[in-house]
């Protein structure tokens, strides 16, 4: 089994749809590489919101930003991946901000997919609160990519 990890230097970035706004950013793409062949990835936050339409909805109104890992290139259309986390560092300081963003099991990417790394749900609320009071502030994201 290799180990792959990668830094990624995103910036947190807010975009308006429609009166609304929304955390969105794609890290610059990045490769690893295993048995000399090359993988070419990508990061991307996204700021989810799923809203209850109905007072007697069984499904409660959520908010939460996700890191999400995309498969961008490389010599198959499909590889699978056993285990992908992600830990994100403050750039000024080097501490460590968050951890525990991990693929629940092994994943098949297609070229240009992505997945989530979900956040322990314990933390989530938290790490979307964080990153709404961090726009245009970058984050370092270290992803080991098994």
């Not at 109905?54 to 959520?62: F, G, I, L, M």
């Not at 994100?88 to 460590?96: H, K, L, M, N, V």
């Not at 609160?129 to 984050?139: A, E, R, S």
Request: with cysteine; aromatic share 10%.
């Amino acid at each position: 089994m290799c180990e792959l990890v990668n830094k990624s230097n995103t910036l947190v970035l807010f975009r308006l749809l429609e009166n609304e706004t929304i955390v969105l950013n794609v890290s610059p793409a990045f490769s690893t590489a295993y048995n000399g062949v090359q993988f070419t990835w990508a990061l991307r936050l996204s700021d989810e919101c799923v809203v209850s339409t109905c007072e007697s909805a069984s499904v409660p109104s959520v908010r939460q930003v996700l890191v999400l890992l995309y498969y961008k290139d490389g010599p198959c259309s499909d590889v699978t991946v056993e285990e992908a986390r992600a830990t994100i560092f403050c750039p000024q300081t080097g501490e460590e901000v968050f951890s525990g963003f991990s693929s629940e099991y092994s994943r098949e990417f297609t070229k240009g997919s992505g997945w989530p790394l979900p956040l322990e749900k314990s933390k989530q609320s938290a790490f979307t609160n964080f990153v709404h009071h961090n726009i245009d502030k970058p984050l370092n994201i270290v992803v080991d990519i098994k």
